[in-house]
């Protein structure tokens, strides 16, 4: 794959960076301000269409800069209300990105985008095919944002596209292990919650993490109120760092004290997310454990996955008696258990699957 030479994007800049730009291009500093509302507000990604700005000033960003850096390779529809972009990247690699649109009982319907951090991943969870071909590179702020546009103009081409209220949840469950790009993550977040940004609710964003509590308790830090959902996926550390291999490290007992000092200082409700693997972590002991394991939790909330098959992992979804089983158990040991549908198999929904696809297709 070539690489396609790009001119520098604005995408990702913070007010002080456009600032810089727009300074270096001769224009005066508080043009800025209009330049982030185009980009950022208006979502306008062609300079030439930037109509507020000075026209020097467009004629210049159009020779010095860019914006949108990734292209749309496919657009899966799952008929199901969710669509999956896959993106690549303008060095080769390629990305995934889904939009959902779920309807409610009372006929509105809410939106959410699923977002990566990285091409690839290097946890290697073995029931993930994000982490099968291992980490390409991390994405930078810009590239991560990028997705947030892609995925605007994909809603705008449906006939349910509510311009004033087109998203209502921002998750970043895509590919890659959100924490282990931290910088770049929380670029991307600040400008999606930026009042000069997109001005999402910071806590209508959930930073999905397979569990580094160091940077769990760094992005506490942060004085955000993200929703935080830790991938569980097992109940005893030797099950756990056969599934999750970075759990030898971290171990289970200092994610879930780190996922409580997140509770502590942000106020938000933590989700732990649990991936049934069939005959792996489906069992009766298993949903018992977990229930000590989360008795002195404040307020969890638990998310069961029942797995989406990946090829060439070796493992299985569980039986739908198992999953009621576990659910019921949970329910009965008073906890707050969702189940989550498998909604968009058909676009190979579960975590990088149509990446994996995409770029076999590309080396055949
Ligand atoms: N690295 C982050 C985000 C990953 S994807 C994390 O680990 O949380 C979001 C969720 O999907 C994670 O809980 C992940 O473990 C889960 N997942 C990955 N592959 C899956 C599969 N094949 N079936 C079901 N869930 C899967």
Redesign the pocket.
Known sequence: MCTVATLPSLIGKTPDQLREVVVSLGAKPFVAKQLAECLYKKRETDFSRMTSLPVALREKLVRSYSTLTSTVVTAEDSGEGTIKLALRLFDGPIIECVLMRESGEDGTSRVTACISTQAG?A?G?V????GMLGLKRNLTAGEILEQMFQLYYLSRMSPEHDAENWLHNVV???????L?NFDALMGALETLNAEWGFRFAARRITV????LPDKIRELAAQGFQFNL???L?ATTDEKRTQL?PTNVATGLKNIIDAAADYFKQTKREVTF?Y?LVGGENDQPDDAIRMIELLHDFPRANVNL??????PG?GLKPPGTERVEEFTRLLREGNINVHVRKKRGRSVQA????LRLRLEADTVA
Not at 127 to 130: E, G, H, I, V
Not at 305 to 310: A, K, L, R
Not at 350 to 353: I, L
């Open positions: 991943c946890m969870c029931f993930c095919a994000s970043v469950m895509g590919m890659g292990e959100p282990h999905s993490t397979v569990g959902a830790i991938s996926h999750i997310e991936t996955i029942p797995m989406n098959p990946v992992s579960a975590c990088g699957q």
